[in-house]
């Protein structure tokens, strides 16, 4: 295999974390030597501590480690007040919103604003320990309900703005908790939408939830339920802006983050204190190589993990610029990312590759009509990026000075776990590169053994890293079964992260997708499992195998085969068809929207009635299917199936 390698332009960086690769195996070196010390070095260097730690990692209960144990900080102190002795006047946040509206918020007036909202909470009786859920638009209240719950202890779960009541609810009832913060509302290419009658849906029926704190930003007509609803606009004048923080040890939970699973409903990954900012401020350092005068901007939504470490945990730790937008990057053009980078002069540019996919199509030449010269870094982060799309990033977007960084890393991991360095790493277009110093990513097979180059394995991580997730809350043995049993490395189990990858013969490592049966459109992490739950609703559908499709633009789309209880007609199937996505759209949201429904007689089954999926997924992707199909239950519906769906593409 014969593939280019791009240096990274020295004359961009000026002081970066690492200047060369030697700086690098030097750092990995010292990990290895000295695992916990070299962690603990770390802790001690970037957190502030009320009191230090008296062990770096305990493993006593593994795979239920412990880091940083016997250590006090509070996560908004290390976010906030730390930073007010030199950098009070400096941007935190600068918002930009869909209709260009512009806030800035100094870090003065975040620690007001935070403090305000935590003492709001208080009042309503959220103590530490307490769950509270955010369903918000990308305003700034977002952030400042986030830290306002770190503050005072309070576990936040924020649930994307896209799901459904259904799946809201879902959340909150796993999470149990006693308040939701959300907004009326908030605009997206131009017009409002509303996020309030979805939280109300969601609460019939509900008791566990005492409060719900409406922001007001679209200001259209919302229902207001007496005694449970109060306005934030109205309550958050009279409070304090003062409000100490609260002693938090370094494993209490800060957060949960709901993710999709292979199977059964969605998991509420929960993060500790320390680990997880120590790592978040880090990376910052080192990935984005953030420096005090930078602007830095991430497009991710809040409510995913990106949004959580690399718009409002991570920048603000490391006492950066984190620009943060409501709106939609094609909105009103394809030039408006590439306007805002011009206006702001973002210095870090940190993206999906489905939104580079989109810009690319429907503006290839857009960002020459810009001046883009701040830009130093622009990352990438999701899903596999395809060497097109990252092309186009690097030369018209980057003008083939800026270093890319294509970030692999989950909800799981809280932050980086393979990526290149962007002053140091010699680049190849696609390949994810190396693991970050301290991370101990391999590729193996189930025996612990290294993958030989070009042979596909199972990407796992050997050792336990500060800011990996803790357990599933309220499930811990769901958490040993999801990580810890598929891969084991001298005889012990490791965190295997649902990815196939693979090592080339300079041992880069490609990352080749998911192995489960977990699927990635536009950037979300959808459960197939979830998608078939919600189609099984409809009463005419016996049986649903969902898989994913290469997609051009959303990297992959939901792909259903779908057997009904009786015979149908083609106008049947069309209504059948609309049927199933306005299930979906209740259940889940209209993310999981199914692309492509194959009405087939039956599915491939063994003959102890499991569903072999691999050949589904073979189909769908129009693959030759290389299993052997005579042991199935049916050997001839494999034929069926595909003569259905050449016909439905
Ligand atoms: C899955 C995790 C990490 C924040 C956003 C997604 C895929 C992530 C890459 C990348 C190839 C990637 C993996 C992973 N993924 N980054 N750079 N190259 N694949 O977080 O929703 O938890 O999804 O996203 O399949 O397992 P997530």
Redesign the pocket.
């Known amino acids: 295999m014969l593939q280019e390698v791009y240096y990274p332009k020295k004359e961009m960086f000026k002081d970066p974390a690492f200047k060369n690769m030697c700086e690098y195996h030097e750092l990995v070196e010292e990990f290895e030597k000295d695992y916990e010390g070299t962690w603990a070095k770390f802790a001690r260097e970037k957190i502030t501590w009320f009191e230090d730690f008296k062990q770096t990692l305990d493993t006593s209960n593994a795979p239920f480690y412990k880091w940083f144990v016997g250590g006090k900080l509070n996560v908004a102190y290390q976010c906030i007040d730390r930073h007010l002795e030199n950098r009070k006047n400096k941007a935190a946040i600068i918002w930009e919103g869909d209709n260009g509206e512009k806030r800035i918020i100094t870090y003065l007036e975040l620690y007001r604003e935070v403090n305000r909202f935590a003492n709001l909470l208080k009042s309503l009786g959220v103590k530490k320990g307490d769950r509270v859920v955010i369903y918000m638009p990308m305003i700034p209240e977002a952030a400042f309900a986030m830290l306002a719950c770190a503050r005072i202890g309070a576990i936040h779960s924020v649930v994307f703005g896209g799901f459904s009541a259904e799946a809201l609810k879902d959340r909150i009832l796993d999470a149990e908790a006693k308040v939701v913060i959300t907004a009326d509302g908030a605009f997206r290419k131009g017009s409002p939408y509303m996020l309030k009658p979805t939280v109300d849906i969601a609460l019939e029926g509900v008791d566990i939830v005492e409060k719900v704190i409406v922001v007001e930003r679209n200001n259209e007509d919302i229902e207001w339920v007496s005694g449970r609803d109060i306005s934030y606009n109205d309550l958050i004048v009279n409070q304090s802006d003062e409000c100490p923080a609260e002693i938090m040890d370094s494993e209490d939970p800060l957060f949960l983050l709901y ?1 999709s699973g292979s199977t059964g409903k969605p998991k509420g990954v929960q993060h500790a204190q320390a680990g997880y900012i120590l790592w978040a401020q880090l990376t910052m350092e080192w990935v984005f190589d953030i420096k005090d005068n930078d602007t830095y901007w991430c497009t991710a939504d809040i409510g ?3 949004g959580h470490t690399y718009i409002v945990y991570g920048p603000l730790a490391a006492g950066a610029t984190t620009l943060m937008f409501e709106g939609v990057l094609t909105y009103p053009d394809s030039g408006r990312a590439w306007k805002m980078v011009e206006e702001y002069k973002v210095n870090q540019f940190y993206t999906a590759p489905t939104a580079i996919r989109l810009l690319n199509k429907m503006g290839p030449d857009e960002p020459k009509k810009y001046d883009l010269s701040s830009l130093r870094i622009l990352g ?6 395809d060497p097109p799309a990252w092309k186009w990033y690097y030369e018209v977007v980057g003008g083939g000075r800026c270093s890319i960084v ?7 991991t809280g932050g980086h776990m393979i990526t290149p360095l962007p002053a140091a790493t010699p680049v190849k277009p696609a390949s ?1 590169t190396f693991p970050l110093p301290g991370i101990f990513a391999e590729i193996i097979d189930e025996t612990g053994e290294r993958m030989p180059a070009h042979e596909k394995g199972l990407l796992c991580i050997t050792k336990p890293w500060p800011s990996m997730i803790r357990t599933i809350w309220g499930d811990p043995e769901r958490f040993v079964k999801s990580y810890f049993s598929t891969a084991k490395k001298m005889g012990e189990p490791v965190y295997f ?3 196939g990858a693979m090592y080339d013969e300079d041992g880069y490592i490609w ?1 080749t ?2 192995v489960d049966d977990v699927i ?1 459109v536009s ?1 979300h ?1 959808l459960g197939t499992a979830e998608i078939e739950a919600a189609i099984k609703k409809h009463p005419l559908i016996a049986e649903v195998a969902v898989v994913g499709r290469p997609d051009e633009i959303k990297g992959e789309s939901v792909f259903a085969y779908v057997v009904l209880k009786g015979e149908d007609t083609v106008a049947e199937e069309m209504e059948i068809i609309k049927e199933i996505n306005e299930i979906v759209k209740e259940e889940i949201g209209a993310i999981a929207k199914v692309d492509t429904v194959a009405f087939v007689p039956g599915l491939p089954k063994t003959r102890s009635g499991k569903i072999m999926r691999r050949i589904l997924r073979a189909i769908a992707k129009g693959e030759a299917i290389t299993q052997d199909t005579s042991t199935l239950e049916d050997p001839k519906v494999v034929e069926a199936i595909i003569e259905v769906v050449n016909s439905c593409i």
């Open positions: 993710t995913w993990i990106t990438t982060v999701g899903e596999p990026i294509d970030t692999w890393w989950q909800t799981e994810a992260s649902g990815d990352i997708g998911r990635n950037g992490r």
